[in-house]
């Protein structure tokens, strides 16, 4: 049956007259507006997590946002969950706190490209490597939004921010291969166009136990649309709909971004895999030392132990 | 998998009760067990490290966690988020690290997570002497994070101090929620000497908790105005409670919601300072040694504070009238307790260049004698003792 154009406006306007954003539930009503420019992708990233949890078996009091410093830092601000907005850097060690003192929790590290892999880089290494059970979304714009557009650790080769005036001579971080190196159980990129797969990528993520991390390749108009020529956000979400190729088996070497207009931009669920978390593993370690107390309680009292390793000059 | 929420009370299967000789990072580390620590997450660093090792070995031994992270800032965060998720939590380092720490030793006082930090000082600046003393970070530990706060620090003089300065920085925090440091020194975490653990003297203090149960609509204020009513101390909901706190290094209102002006600014760090500063005459502490007819006091803390008391005795020996003033919290300094001695002659000893001796200095309201070292070897008691000859 065809659908007439009056249909859909209506349909439109039904939803615009509702008065309850679909939203408004795990948003912080009373800390809106928020802060982001027209045209950033924030916004659709935070909506795709949103979704994601919506469809999360996981109890909503279990989810907790943690994150650093910058526009996407802002991310822990205005979700009505328990949040944590950290200092600059450090959202992934504050969320490793967080979520080995309690295992119940669903900890979804919300963060920014220059937050997560300059200031923070390495943090996000280690935590991959221990694979603590942690959800690194990083938003990645390209360069420090906040502060003003100054490049940063994912800003391509020849971009022009404010501190690359003559063109970037620095190459950017390739983000799913070094989260991939580093250990992570699940990779993907997705850009702010990619809203179904994005959410759906997040889900997956909530289920695994371990380390995850997805990229949003996001645009900033305000900050580095502008001065690379790369239009408004919409034409940024024309562009990824023109140059993105989906390939979930992408060799990770290749898929580095050089946002010229000419070049494409791989995304895809890239890594699943398997691999015991930190605190499964932490397990062994409880058990073994519970195991030694008790024999060597039964030998004899601490006490007399301390004394022999003192004198032994062991300390 | 288990949940690291700190023990009701004394856990009495966790601590090592009896006497022992035991060095001071060793006691530090049990005195941690003992006030219910369940995490710590550190950075190896001299002299300090032998307390990371044995949080190493006992923290499983108890159900709880040992994480040894990427580097001393990692170390700091962790802490906080885990005191944020309900656990009891501790990291220890030395100079090169503290400094590293100090960022987020100001994101603890802005969150009002309770939580210790251990510094066995060591000579400095910058890598300094790693191995040997030093009392260097006494002003960092007071102003070394950016902005205005307010902090609360204990200067152990030996390995007992150790235990129990350590068990009440846990509950200073807890109750006060915020950081608290252990301003130790390479000497007092090195030594050996009879350390004795008695459950029974152990007391433990939880963090205020909000009263009311989450509910839609209804909120909490966990940085509120209520705290008023509390000794300033607001309580503390925890993450996964269903609170939808929300937690911010931002200056924030009594909801915790980024508020960047003047007032909230005015209102809400006043507020975070005061709760201790009103409370300085129950959290300062300090030891008095033949104070009463001592025209000399020596002024001193840490391991130094044991050269002195040699000094002191020693002098005493040969008719000299000196007293001593030590210091068990160098933060908040006792500075009415020194006001009160600005008519006697003041000497500050101290393996710096003379920290602690200006405020010394500032409550007394006149210069005060030093005698320093800038680190790497104890102040000799003869050369106190010189100074004494050199004043009366």
Known sequence: ?315 | MRKLLAPEGVDREAVLAGEHFMTGDDACAEGAIAAGCRFYAGYPITPSSEIAERMAKRLPQVGGVYIQMEDELASMAAIIGASCAGAKAMTATSGPGFSLMQENIGLAFMMEAPCVVVDVQRGGPSTGLPTLLGQSDMMQARFGSHGDYAVIAYAPASPQEMFDLTVKAFNMAERFRTPVLVMADELVGHMSERVVIDPDKIEIERRPRPEAKPAEGARILPFGANGRGENGVPPMPLAGEGYRVHFTGLTHDERGYPQIDPETQERMIRRKIRKIWDHRDEIVEYEEVELDDAPIVLVAYGSTARAALRALRLARERGLRVGMLRLITAWPFPGRKVEELKDRELIVPEVNAGQMAREVERWARKPVHRVNRLGGAPIAPEEILQKIEEVA
């Open chain 1, 1 to 315: 049956m065809a659908v007439s154009v009056r249909q859909v406006e209506d349909e439109a306007l039904h939803v615009i007259k509702t008065d309850r954003h679909p939203e408004d539930e795990i948003l912080r009503k009373d800390r809106l507006p928020h802060i982001w420019c027209p045209g950033c992708g924030i916004g659709v990233a935070v909506t795709a997590y949103i979704e994601a949890l919506k469809r999360s078996d996981i109890p909503r009091e279990q989810h907790v946002v943690v994150s650093g410093i910058g526009c996407t830092g802002r991310v822990a601000g205005y979700v009505n969950l328990d949040s944590y907005h950290t200092t600059h850097g450090r959202a992934i060690p504050f969320a490793t706190g967080l979520a080995i003192a309690n295992p119940e929790l669903e900890v979804t590290v919300f963060s920014g490209d220059g937050d997560l892999f300059a200031i923070g880089g390495n943090h996000i290494i280690h935590a991959a490597r221990r694979n603590v059970d942690l959800n690194v979304i990083c938003v990645n714009n390209f360069n420090y939004g906040m502060t003003g557009g100054q490049f940063g650790p994912t800003t391509p080769e020849e971009a022009k921010t404010t501190t690359t005036p003559y063109g970037n001579v620095e190459d950017g971080f390739n983000l799913p291969y070094l989260a991939a190196a580093s250990g992570a159980v699940y990779v993907a990129r997705w850009t702010s166009l990619h809203f179904r797969p994005l959410r759906d990528a997040i889900l997956r993520a909530f289920q695994k136990r371990g380390l995850t991390f997805i990229e949003v390749v996001s645009p900033c108009p305000t900050s580095f649309g502008r001065p690379n020529e790369l239009g408004e956000g919409l034409d940024e979400m024309e562009w990824y709909r023109l140059s993105c190729v989906i390939d979930h088996d992408a060799d990770l070497r290749e898929i580095g971004l050089s946002m010229r207009k000419d070049s494409h931009i791989v995304v895809g669920n890239f890594v699943d895999v398997e691999r015991p978390e930190f605190l499964e593993r932490y397990e062994r370690v409880i058990q073994r030392a519970q195991g030694q107390r008790s024999a060597a309680q039964e030998v004899g009292p601490e006490s007399k132990r301390d004394q022999a390793q003192a004198q032994g000059g062991a300390a």
